[in-house]
């Protein structure tokens, strides 16, 4: 999330509002315990004039073997 400050708009990114500066992201990470790959969503906004990103939301997603 930190990475955001640099580059808001990474490679990967979802618009879901232009207008708005909403976006998505997908992330993931390795789970040390376990060492099974966690998936995350994070929603978020993006204020260019103000130099601010505001996270809105972060999710883990369920393993792929229970998406529909």
């Known amino acids: 999330m930190r990475a955001l400050t640099e580059d808001p708009r990474p490679e990967g990114v979802h618009v879901l509002s232009e207008a708005e500066g909403l976006y998505r992201l997908h992330l993931s990470r390795l789970d040390p315990a376990t060492l099974a790959t966690i998936e995350y969503r ?27």
């Open 42 to 68: 994070m929603i978020y906004l993006v204020d260019d004039d103000g130099g601010i990103v505001t996270v809105i939301i972060v999710g883990a997603l369920p393993p792929r073997s229970r998406r529909r």
